[in-house]
């Protein structure tokens, strides 16, 4: 029992469950399942950005030998071939129009992979260029190409049923907020800001790329095994495609190789699914790192603020105007934008709000979720403006933000979910993480961003805890484990609700056959989610407990504890087995208990408050090579409001790789199109961090004030540390040089030119006399 | 592109994990899919497909390869390593007890690739520095953990004299 906390595995770093099994080789991931009589799947994939598909011809491929199934659009009469979360945009397969360079066309099912290329190269396609849009300028252009002519239908979320697309554009949503009187604050204010910010597309490069094995019974029910964050979703989708009620649909989910996002909402499962009827025999079909780049990525995004300060320095009124690129098909990017845009004010107060953001089809990979679900994008601007504030305000970094916080239980918006943590404590920890006051090494700078995000709501999870004969638990939920550590905190969880050793929990893999509903495995949510719901579940076991033994004892249940495996009164210790041998008359049956965590839907902008509010803030100290332009990190500090840590080393684990994995997309990353076609859509055209780009000094700390609306006073944590890592830099870089950058990644390349400009600029201000600007 | 197919096969013998194997294996058999699929050792991972991730990561007479590049013929007579055999039994190598203790296992499909470049950075190298050990690693890619736990683990195990960064 830990004397500070008052738990005993509950703020514990203990060992990952997983851990033994994962550096043993024996974890399990779905590319590892093989089933008897398996066929596996290849995808013919669209060469073009935009075009008209003149004929698809099939036959020599599907007269190979060792062909189980070929499919092209027009195969695809058994099953309703249009799918998609937010909108029902994107065919199975595509048909009549290709839309992205790399759209699945034809799908081949085989005995093994070399037949399968085989076949696919025997598949003849003809095709008729159409003019591509493949930048946000030239899918905003008057008479600009459309990349969908048709009005496609609502997908399956009910909060997505108010799509607000614009016809004869390429802009399938558009999201408004405001309050205030933004246009007049802005009039009136001290300082006003206008600047525009670009964000690149970025690829998730989860190590193990998407993959799906389906599989078809004889009663005509299907079985999807699948590296999905959400099967709940998968299944609805395929529920809809092939009209099978829920029940007969199972989606199972083995160990995740990383997901961030990109493995949200159907992806390859409804290729598989058909193949597999058609093939009648399972077929597996696993994506290659090449076609991961082809399936989905982060939206690029170019946004627009305006900010206006009074002459004491509060930030009175913001404008943004977000344009943000989700590719050839909507995926979940309607969501992405809305739920970025909205938090565009951050953790600051401000009155006079207006928000307006655009989702625009281009001909590319299509956009959807990603680690930070449209917050980067927008707080890439906005703290970069922070800090033009503070140097045009003639104010500290630091001192102007925390002057514009918002306090312990204010209302983030008008009907929205109150701060749920102190923010000026996470600006005071992380300024002293990062040694703001203390004098910077020469050739140095030190920058800072902050950022606030909401989770997904409305929101639903739920959890079932089985006790069984001999007081060992399972713990049924539908969390994924992707890396993340959900296993390992549910079991800590329940262990710890149940008084039980960690090692006598066991967490049931998700498969919704048998695992009740949980949402979704993102956006931060699991701990706070269905970390409730196991709480709740497993203090019904524990009500169940007591009130067995106070029959037994004759006591009130009230007066019973559970500790250490037993109900305890006093000095009469009751192990659980004894209390079920006693309930049931005999060494058999168990004790079932149930969680369900609904907050269900608010008053409040988009349909629902925030569950909780994830809050991070980061601090970069960089040095720069001057001749080449290159940055390096030098330290970076992270800190995350996680109301309490379940399991602290596993917290910093998140954090650690959340920052790193922003310092891809600050300084390294970026799919680059030219023409409509991908140039680097595989790993060595696209550079990810390597282990030499860790920064000598990474430090991740966390406010634990027990204030998180998940169990023990816990909340979320993952996404958030990745949010402030570019503004950060670039901050510091803009202190160090007087260079400001507003398009991502800093490269080397665009910081020696701007560089360059400056010392230009510089020269010829000298001769001319005329004013040097900053 | 048009796959020529080569129907003929040879035989290789091997060591694997300490066990000797025989196999047929085509010409163009990559030593990945033969350990994957033919030995069934899954341990190592396929993700990047050219040489830059690591995942795929085995040892061949000692030394660190991409087993997703490398011709199962070209291990013929040599010995392979893979994770399945880093543990003797149930007793884990050194290694693995550190990337445990030290939280640098995330979602797991690095894990392997790391473990074993770093076994043979430590055969090579009893003590390297924490720069010469991000600088070895520069070929396994972690999209999780950041480097930062992996790096500490393989430190944990390193000979005390290390020099410093």
């Known amino acids: 029992m830990s004397a500070r906390t008052g738990f005993r595995v509950v703020g514990q770093s203990v060992r990952r ?25 290849r995808l013919l994939r669209s060469p073009h950005a935009h075009a008209r598909i003149v004929r698809v011809d099939v036959a020599r491929a599907r007269a190979l030998p060792g062909v189980h199934a070929v499919l092209a659009a027009s195969d695809l009469t058994f099953c309703d071939p249009a799918y998609g979360p937010a909108l029902r945009d994107r065919p199975l397969l595509a048909s009549e129009v290709v839309r992205y360079e790399g759209e699945p066309v034809v799908a081949v099912a085989a005995d093994d992979e070399a037949t399968a290329v085989e076949a696919l190269d025997l598949v003849e396609v003809d095709y008729e260029e159409l003019p591509a849009v493949t930048t946000l300028e030239d899918a905003l252009a008057p008479g600009a190409p459309l990349v969908h002519t048709a009005e496609p239908l609502a997908g399956h979320f009910s909060d997505l049923s108010t799509l607000r697309a614009k016809p004869g554009t390429n802009i399938c949503h558009q ?123 982060r939206c690029s995004a170019r946004v627009t603020l305006r900010l206006g300060f009074l002459r004491d320095g509060r930030l009175d009124a913001l404008a943004c105007r977000a344009d943000f690129d989700v590719g050839a098909y909507a995926d979940i990017a309607p969501r992405v934008i809305q739920k970025g845009t909205y938090t565009a004010t951050g953790p600051y107060r401000v009155s006079h709000v207006q928000l307006h953001s655009n989702a625009v089809y281009t001909n590319t990979t299509p956009g959807g979720a990603f680690r930070g679900f449209g917050v980067p994008q927008i707080v890439w601007g906005v703290e970069s403006m922070m800090d033009i504030a503070a140097g045009r305000l003639e104010r500290d970094p630091v001192d102007l933000r925390r002057q514009n916080l918002l306090a312990h239980g204010e209302e983030f918006a008008p009907g929205d979910t109150p701060v749920d943590g102190k923010l000026e404590e996470s600006l005071g920890r992380l300024a002293e993480a990062i040694r703001w006051s203390d004098t910077v090494p020469p050739g140095r700078a030190r920058g800072i961003a902050a950022m606030m995000k909401a989770s997904v709501a409305p929101s639903v999870s739920e959890a079932i805890v089985r006790l069984h004969a001999d007081g060992s638990a399972n713990v049924l939920v539908s969390t994924v484990e992707m890396g993340q550590g959900a296993r390992t905190v549910m079991a800590q969880i329940a262990a710890e609700v149940l008084a039980l050793p960690l090692a006598r929990v066991r967490i049931v893999p998700p498969d919704t056959s048998i695992t009740p509903y949980d949402q979704t495995s993102s956006s931060s949510r699991s701990t706070t989610m269905v970390g409730r719901a196991v709480q709740e579940a497993a203090e019904d076991v524990v009500g169940q407990l007591r009130k067995i033994a106070a029959g037994k004892l004759g006591v009130a249940a009230g007066r019973l504890r559970v500790e250490d495996g037993a109900v305890v009164s006093g000095r009469t210790r009751l192990p659980y087995p004894d209390l079920l041998d006693h309930h049931f008359g005999m060494r058999g049956g168990e004790l079932i208990g149930r969680g369900v965590v609904a907050p269900g839907r608010t008053a409040a902008p988009l349909g629902g408050s925030t569950p909780f509010w994830e809050v991070a803030m980061g601090g970069a100290e960089i040095a720069l090579d001057e001749e080449t332009g290159a940055i390096s990190v030098e330290a970076y500090a992270s800190v995350s409001d996680v109301g309490r840590c379940i399991n602290p080393q596993q917290c910093a684990a998140q954090d650690e790789g959340a920052v790193m994995q922003g310092l891809g997309h600050t300084l390294l990353e970026e799919m680059v199109y030219e023409g409509g076609q991908l140039l680097n859509g595989d790993l060595v055209g696209y550079r990810v961090p390597r282990a030499g780009d860790l920064p000598p000094r990474l430090q991740t700390r966390f406010v634990e004030n027990g204030d998180g609306a998940g169990p023990f006073g816990a909340k979320g944590v993952g996404e958030g540390g990745l949010i402030p890592v570019s503004p950060a830099v670039a901050n510091a870089l803009a202190r160090l040089t007087g260079v400001r950058l507003r398009e991502l990644p800093l490269t080397p390349e665009r910081v020696w030119r701007a560089l360059r400009e400056r010392r230009q600029r510089d020269a010829t201000d000298r001769t001319t006399g005329g004013p040097g600007d900053v | 592109m048009n796959v020529i197919p080569i129907r003929s096969s040879s035989e290789i013998r091997l060591t694997v994990n300490g066990r000797p194997v025989t196999l047929e294996v085509r010409p163009e058999a990559l030593l990945l899919d033969v350990l994957r699929d033919r030995l069934q050792l899954k341990g190592a991972r396929r993700s990047c497909d050219m040489q830059v991730c690591g995942a795929c990561t085995v040892l061949v007479d000692g030394a660190p390869v991409s087993a997703c590049t490398y011709l199962a013929v070209e291990a013929d007579g040599r010995e392979v390593l893979t994770v399945e055999g880093l ?54 890619l972690c999209r999780c953990t950041g480097y930062r736990k992996i790096l500490d683990a393989i430190l944990a195990c390193a000979a005390p004299g290390g020099g410093t960064r």
């Open chain 2, 87 to 140: 543990a003797d039994g149930d007793r884990l190598d050194p290694l693995q007890e550190a990337f445990i203790e030290h939280g640098a296992v995330q979602c797991g499909f690095c894990t392997a690739g790391m473990l074993l470049t770093a076994k043979a950075l430590l055969a090579e190298e009893p003590s390297p520095s924490p720069a010469r050990v991000a600088e070895y690693l520069r070929g396994n």
């Open chain 1, 175 to 297: 999201f408004d907020y405001g309050r205030g009187d933004v246009e007049a604050a802005l009039a009136a204010a001290h300082l006003v800001l206008e600047e525009t910010y670009t964000f690149p597309r970025i690829q998730h490069y989860s190590m193990e790329p998407h993959g799906a094995v389906a599989r078809w019974d004889d009663e005509g029910g299907l079985t999807v095994w699948a590296s999905t964050q959400n099967p709940f979703s998968v299944r609805a989708e395929l529920a809809a495609m092939f009209a099978l009620p829920a029940s007969r649909i199972r989606i199972a989910v083995p160990l995740l190789g990383g997901g961030f996002g990109g493995k949200t909402y159907a992806k390859l499962e409804p290729i598989a699914a058909a193949l597999a009827r058609v093939a009648r025999r399972p077929v597996r079909l696993l994506a290659s790192v090449e076609d991961a780049f082809r399936t989905v990525r």
């Open chain 1, 17 to 41: 469950t997983d851990a033994l099994e994962k550096v043993t080789g024996r974890a399990r991931y779905l590319s590892d399942l093989e089933l008897p009589g398996m066929a596996h799947a």
